[in-house]
């Protein structure tokens, strides 16, 4: 048929199938092989094209009825600009981006709530103390049997003192327990990050009571007069470990708090802003996690002398106190 | 409930306005394909992990406390750090979508953030693995617990069914959804497609009064029965369709007052004819501003203009 003697709709197909067919290619090419391994003219015809199909897709809404055109446009524009809007970040600039700038600051923004995650674990500790001293059996309310591996007001001092000062961690299964720990308080401070949401009280709830488990421990640990003792083998992984679950309650905190005082906004948008800090809290309290289990998997056996111990994970976590205060902050 | 509250139900397309201002219709993954990919992306994870697992073990190169440390380094990656790593990697999709070609678009439109994808992968981790690992531990001596346990697990499954674009927590957070993959297929345009060999004289001439009756829904009801006409048919199935194409012709040309017979051998020209005639009649009314969406659309427009 002449293309004189197509009806309107039918002409504008004609004139522009190349540059559609071109552009379905470009598209395949890009979802297979990655935009940032294309060529540059490559890339820049596929922007141009995608910008031309959704000008036709536009026209073709208005002047065509020709279903299949239609879907095939629809569908077509939809897959370019899945292409063309990927992003364009490497992995690499991802996490350098977070070190350096967003990650503390997100942590100095959200200073109200670190906060409020440090106290509901320091009042849990403090009441977890106190309870203890008042009544010994509270122990074996708060302190789950697995966890404390034995070591409860029915152990002896000596055997208290050998696990604190074990020479020999092969022969002990300290590392079983190690690993148990790691992915046990990892599990926790998810918990209480996710539970932030669902309104704060969870998240507080469950901070107070990681303190009462510790503050338990450690007046089990000074009536036996082995306070300082254990916040030395405490201290070397548990002043990063702990720090990591009051900001893990922060981030959930912040986004209960968004729930329950969505203030001027509606409460799924007070809810996704408040999301863009709490989410970088989690994230450092992962790496946290992280950096403690390698911390207790590493260096509490070997370092074994009081001093050294406490030096060491008060140093550490001195690092991050730095690292929260100082990265980050714009030239002036 | 009204009809169009129904239809918008299960009506599962979306919008999304581009940033060239033009809005993109997507088709919104069901819950069947997404639990598909998320199922797949546990059992592949995890055959992964073990597989990695149970190579070191052989291998004999470390001893059981690394390794007892590595297997938890490994099975704590494919929970969090697999989904948002490969999901910023392949655009939104992980080993299990793009098996079920569904990928994660971001509902305003831009690109993908890193924090989008962070969030909705974390709350992933209260919303699908832990109540999942509570269902599977459920027990009957803490009627608590599981008391808890369901009612979190209900209200969780909830979310996704009752909002529009069935969007669970985490997607309600970082601003995105999931949807269908769309194929591109181009199929001919029929208005340009060779006519067959004519095989009489007679042409068809539509006039205006012939093509005032029908509207778009049945141009394009017409376009699909004459799409399914390219598959050739044998025997029984080929007299089925020319009697139900010798209906069609008889309705149409009843309706719009068409005056001549149409012999049988000439009713697939006539339909084609028809459908060009037609087309390029309700096109240049929609150019002058007068959609004609059905063959009601005379009543349409005496209520008034329609919502």
């Given at each position: 048929?002449?293309?004189?003697?197509?009806?309107?709709?039918?002409?504008?197909?004609?004139?522009?199938?190349?540059?559609?067919?071109?552009?379905?290619?470009?598209?395949?090419?890009?979802?297979?092989?990655?935009?940032?391994?294309?060529?540059?003219?490559?890339?820049?015809?596929?922007?141009?094209?995608?910008?031309?199909?959704?000008?036709?897709?536009?026209?073709?809404?208005?002047?065509?009825?020709?279903?299949?055109?239609?879907?095939?446009?629809?569908?077509?524009?939809?897959?370019?600009?899945?292409?063309?809007?990927?992003?364009?970040?490497?992995?690499?600039?991802?996490?350098?981006?977070?070190?350096?700038?967003?990650?503390?600051?997100?942590?100095?923004?959200?200073?109200?709530?670190?906060?409020?995650?440090?106290?509901?674990?320091?009042?849990?500790?403090?009441?977890?103390?106190?309870?203890?001293?008042?009544?010994?059996?509270?122990?074996?309310?708060?302190?789950?049997?697995?966890?404390?591996?034995?070591?409860?007001?029915?152990?002896?001092?000596?055997?208290?003192?050998?696990?604190?000062?074990?020479?020999?961690?092969?022969?002990?299964?300290?590392?079983?327990?190690?690993?148990?720990?790691?992915?046990?308080?990892?599990?926790?401070?998810?918990?209480?990050?996710?539970?932030?949401?669902?309104?704060?009280?969870?998240?507080?709830?469950?901070?107070?009571?990681?303190?009462?488990?510790?503050?338990?421990?450690?007046?089990?640990?000074?009536?036996?007069?082995?306070?300082?003792?254990?916040?030395?083998?405490?201290?070397?992984?548990?002043?990063?470990?702990?720090?990591?679950?009051?900001?893990?309650?922060?981030?959930?905190?912040?986004?209960?708090?968004?729930?329950?005082?969505?203030?001027?906004?509606?409460?799924?948008?007070?809810?996704?802003?408040?999301?863009?800090?709490?989410?970088?809290?989690?994230?450092?309290?992962?790496?946290?996690?992280?950096?403690?289990?390698?911390?207790?998997?590493?260096?509490?056996?070997?370092?074994?002398?009081?001093?050294?111990?406490?030096?060491?994970?008060?140093?550490?976590?001195?690092?991050?106190?730095?690292?929260?205060?100082?990265?980050?902050?714009r030239a002036q | 409930m009204s009809a169009g509250a129904t239809r918008d139900l299960l009506d599962r397309t979306d919008r999304l306005m581009s940033p060239e201002g033009v809005p993109i219709r997507f088709?919104?993954?069901?819950?069947?394909?997404?639990?598909?990919?998320?199922?797949?992306?546990?059992?592949?994870?995890?055959?992964?992990?073990?597989?990695?697992?149970?190579?070191?073990?052989?291998?004999?190169?470390?001893?059981?406390?690394?390794?007892?440390?590595?297997?938890?380094?490994?099975?704590?990656?494919?929970?969090?750090?697999?989904?948002?790593?490969?999901?910023?990697?392949?655009?939104?999709?992980?080993?299990?979508?793009?098996?079920?070609?569904?990928?994660?678009?971001?509902?305003?439109?831009?690109?993908?953030?890193?924090?989008?994808?962070?969030?909705?992968?974390?709350?992933?981790?209260?919303?699908?693995?832990?109540?999942?690992?509570?269902?599977?531990?459920?027990?009957?001596?803490?009627?608590?617990?599981?008391?808890?346990?369901?009612?979190?697990?209900?209200?969780?499954?909830?979310?996704?069914?009752?909002?529009?674009?069935?969007?669970?927590?985490?997607?309600?957070?970082?601003?995105?959804?999931?949807?269908?993959?769309?194929?591109?297929?181009?199929?001919?345009?029929?208005?340009?497609?060779?006519?067959?060999?004519?095989?009489?004289?007679?042409?068809?001439?539509?006039?205006?009064?012939?093509?005032?009756?029908?509207?778009?829904?049945?141009?394009?009801?017409?376009?699909?029965?004459?799409?399914?006409?390219?598959?050739?048919?044998?025997?029984?199935?080929?007299?089925?369709?020319?009697?139900?194409?010798?209906?069609?012709?008889?309705?149409?040309?009843?309706?719009?007052?068409?005056?001549?017979?149409?012999?049988?051998?000439?009713?697939?020209?006539?339909?084609?004819?028809?459908?060009?005639?037609?087309?390029?009649h309700l096109e240049q009314r929609q150019l002058f501003g007068d959609q004609r969406t059905d063959k009601y659309h005379k009543f349409h427009k005496q209520a008034g203009p329609a919502d």
């Amino acid at each position: 048929m002449e293309e004189a003697d197509l009806i309107r709709s039918a002409r504008f197909r004609a004139e522009r199938e190349g540059d559609w067919r071109r552009l379905e290619a470009l598209v395949t090419q890009a979802e297979t092989r990655g935009l940032h391994r294309m060529e540059f003219a490559t890339a820049r015809d596929l922007a141009a094209l995608y910008r031309q199909a959704t000008t036709s897709l536009a026209i073709a809404r208005e002047i065509s009825l020709d279903r299949a055109l239609l879907d095939y446009l629809e569908a077509l524009t939809a897959r370019a600009y899945l292409s063309v809007y990927a992003p364009q970040e490497r992995i690499g600039g991802v996490f350098h981006r977070f070190f350096t700038r967003s990650g503390p600051q997100a942590m100095r923004r959200s200073w109200p709530f670190l906060l409020i995650g440090f106290l509901c674990m320091g009042l849990g500790g403090l009441t977890g103390y106190l309870l203890y001293f008042e009544n010994a059996s509270w122990f074996y309310v708060f302190m789950p049997p697995e966890l404390s591996g034995g070591r409860d007001p029915a152990a002896s001092t000596d055997y208290l003192r050998s696990v604190i000062y074990d020479q020999n961690p092969a022969s002990s299964g300290l590392s079983a327990f190690a690993a148990y720990l790691f992915s046990h308080n990892t599990r926790i401070a998810i918990f209480i990050f996710g539970l932030g949401a669902f309104l704060c009280a969870p998240a507080i709830l469950l901070t107070f009571y990681n303190g009462l488990i510790v503050g338990v421990f450690l007046a089990l640990h000074v009536d036996r007069g082995l306070g300082l003792d254990l916040v030395g083998w405490l201290s070397i992984h548990g002043v990063t470990e702990l720090s990591a679950i009051c900001i893990a309650c922060a981030g959930g905190v912040q986004l209960g708090a968004a729930v329950l005082f969505p203030g001027d906004l509606r409460r799924a948008e007070a809810l996704r802003l408040a999301g863009r800090d709490a989410v970088k809290l989690a994230i450092i309290a992962a790496i946290m996690l992280v950096a403690a289990a390698l911390l207790e998997g590493f260096a509490r056996q070997l370092v074994q002398s009081l001093e050294a111990r406490l030096a060491l994970g008060w140093g550490v976590g001195a690092l991050w106190l730095l690292w929260v205060l100082v990265a980050g902050r714009r030239a002036q | 409930m009204s009809a169009g509250a129904t239809r918008d139900l299960l009506d599962r397309t979306d919008r999304l306005m581009s940033p060239e201002g033009v809005p993109i219709r997507f088709e919104v993954a069901g819950l069947g394909a997404r639990f598909g990919a998320q199922l797949a992306d546990i059992v592949l994870s995890s055959l992964a992990a073990i597989a990695l697992v149970v190579a070191l073990t052989f291998s004999g190169l470390s001893s059981p406390q690394t390794l007892v440390a590595v297997t938890a380094m490994v099975f704590l990656f494919i929970r969090i750090p697999y989904y948002v790593l490969s999901e910023l990697a392949w655009n939104g999709q992980t080993i299990g979508k793009r098996f079920m070609q569904i990928k994660v678009v971001s509902n305003d439109g831009g690109a993908l953030t890193t924090h989008a994808l962070v969030v909705r992968n974390l709350m992933k981790e209260a919303e699908i693995f832990l109540p999942g690992t509570l269902v599977l531990t459920l027990s009957t001596q803490t009627p608590v617990l599981s008391l808890i346990a369901l009612a979190w697990v209900i209200g969780v499954l909830l979310v996704p069914i009752l909002n529009k674009r069935s969007r669970r927590l985490g997607d309600l957070i970082a601003g995105t959804y999931v949807v269908h993959l769309p194929k591109p297929i181009l199929l001919a345009d029929l208005a340009q497609a060779p006519p067959p060999e004519p095989d009489g004289t007679q042409t068809f001439v539509f006039l205006t009064h012939h093509l005032d009756h029908y509207g778009i829904y049945e141009l394009q009801t017409l376009e699909q029965i004459l799409r399914a006409r390219d598959r050739a048919l044998s025997g029984a199935a080929a007299e089925r369709r020319a009697a139900t194409d010798a209906q069609i012709v008889e309705k149409i040309r009843r309706k719009i007052d068409f005056a001549d017979a149409v012999p049988p051998e000439d009713h697939e020209r006539f339909l084609r004819a028809f459908y060009n005639a037609q087309r390029a009649h309700l096109e240049q009314r929609q150019l002058f501003g007068d959609q004609r969406t059905d063959k009601y659309h005379k009543f349409h427009k005496q209520a008034g203009p329609a919502d």
